[in-house]
Structure formats: C-alpha cells, structure tokens
C-alpha cells in the first residue's frame, strides 16, 4: 500500500532559537525501511544540510518554529503493513509443521509395546516413590524403589534410543521461545516477526495456498487440526512435560538422601526429630481432649520451631529432607496448576500421584 510523507519536499519554516531565526528547508525524503521510518534532507539556511527523521523534525518544528514559508509539495512511498491475521496464519503453519512432527513420534512410540510398558514401570514406580515419601518417609526403601526407578529409566531410554528417537524429540520444539511460536507477546507483535517478515508478506500477497506449499514442502500433509488429532498431540505434550516433572522429581530425591545421610550422625539433629515425633504422637493420642490437645499442640509447635532454627543455623533445608516432592514443585518452573474443589490451585501432576 501507499503512504504520503508527514512532510513535502519544498515545506520551509523560520525557526527562531536563542533569538537567532533559521530557516529550515526540506530538500528531500525517503522511507527506511529497515526500522520504517521517514526520513527528510533538510537544508538549514542554505549552509548545512542535515539528515532527520519524522519526529526528530516534529520536534524541533513544535518547539522552535515562528512561522511557516511557504508549502512543498507532497509525495508518496511504499510500504507493506503486516496485518494480525497474516501473522496468526503464518504462525499457525509453524505450529501445524512441529504438530506434524510429534504426531509421527506418537506413531512410533505406539507402535511399539515394549516402550509402553516401560514407560508404564516407570511412571508406577515415581507414584510409589511419592506414596513413599508422603506416608513414611523411610530414606532405605526411598533409596531402594530410586534404584528400581533408575534402572527403569535406563531402558526405556535404551527402548527409545532403539526407536531411534532422542528423548529430546518428545519435546515440543520452537522457533521463538519468547512468543512460542504465535507472533504476539502480550498484545504486540513480537521480535521474531521481524526475521519472518518476508514470507508474512508473501503469504499476505499470494493467500494460504503458496504459503501452505513452501512450509509443507513435498509432504503434502494438509495442516488441517481435527479433534481427536489435537488431543493427540496434547497427550504427547503432557508427556514431555511430565517427563520433566520426573528428572527434576528424581533431582531432588537424590538431593535429599544426601541431606539425610549428612545429618543422620548429628546427635543435636536426631534428638529434636525424636522430640518432635513424640510431641505429634502425644497430640494425635490426645485430640479428642479439648485442653491436654492444646498442650500436646503448643510442645509441637515449640519443637518444630526449634527443629527449623537448628536448620537455619546449620544450612540444612528442612523442606527437602522432609518433601523432596514438595521442594521439586517449589523450583519447578513450568506448574500445571488446577483448581481444587477448595479452590487452592496445585500442581495436576501432584494432585494425581496424590491420589493413586
């Protein structure tokens, strides 16, 4: 499309600074188009010529001009205006390729039943590591079913090695991190555009046909997302995103065996656990008594002050000997947070192995 210049070639304005009166000419204009901006040649009383752009030259005409001279003549540039919609369609092929690609994993992973199963022992074994963990923490069987977990693991990535798949591949990968592969961050178009620009361009020249062709290659895959293929595709997401719930998970397990195995001979350590463990059977023995309940509650709320200033002072994390699970999901930088019947937001992950 065509744009006229804010300005004309021939405007002249007598600019009046510090009492001294300049005359400013514009001799001549062009469009950048690598930052879209308008520039102007402007002679300044026939001694200098200088180059500005559209604002710096409104600029110095709001501030500084007395009057106006005489009127140039306006001409016009053009310019290609990337519209929304362009945008959303071009993106949307991006998607539709990497849909495609995890489609085709999907297909390979299903086809083979020793990966399913393997990945079965493995998500089995994660959920009665977690039971573990919540129920009675017992840092040798913790110990004993991560071995198990390990070696789990272990095959199913020689499985998916065999496949000839990499356990990246799983992962939904994008073109731009920061927009995610939808052209916008918040309501503005984001960096990436720019990269893209031509083949927006192109796509808004020559309609979806060619823009479908170029991205699809000779695979002739129509980018069409039914139903069912979208749930596909979200099942294999889920996937990648649970398997990064499971290293962090295995991390912070690990993590908290050493704490266990630092602090095991540390008498101060053991003595106010076994205080705080009494105090909690002492409570729970007592709850249905109204006053010695609160007593039993006020010496467990002492003891775990006590237990959480010792571990203060002593760079011990409390949190990750206790919850190795609960820790992971405090670093965890990707949560996918549901709302309870309660109306608390947990983690979907959490809430799911916390009820097998």
Known sequence: MQKIFEYAVG????????????????????????????????DIDGQEKRELTKNKLHYLLFRYMFRKLKCGKYEKYDVQVITEEAVRKYYAFLRG?????????????DGSKEYIAARGEVKALEIQI??????????????????????????????????GIAPTELKRHYHCAACKDTGFVGAAFCSCVKEHERDIEDLQAHGDSDMAERIEGSAGVPLLETAGRKEELHEIEEDADRSACEELNALCRKMSLRLAAYVRDDPEFESSV????????EYEALRGRRFRAKRAYKQVQKWRQELSVYCYYNDINLLLL????????MLCQNKQLVRTEDGEEICMYAQEDEGE
């Open 130 to 163: 977690s039971k573990a963990e919540f129920y009675a923490p017992d840092p040798f069987r913790i110990m004993e079913l991560q071995t198990k977990l390990d070696a789990a693991k272990k095959k199913r990535d020689a499985l998916l090695q065999k496949l």
């Open 11 to 42: 405007d002249s304005w007598l600019l009046l600074y510090d009492n001294v009166k300049t005359v400013y000419t514009v001799t001549g204009c062009s469009y950048r188009e690598k930052d879209q901006k308008e520039i102007y040649l402007v």
């Open 97 to 109: 390729q990497e849909d495609r690609r995890l489609e085709s994993m999907r297909e390979r992973l």
């Open 322 to 329: 206790q919850s190795p699970r609960a820790y992971a999901c």
């Open 274 to 281: 076994q205080a705080l463990q009494g105090a909690l059977t």
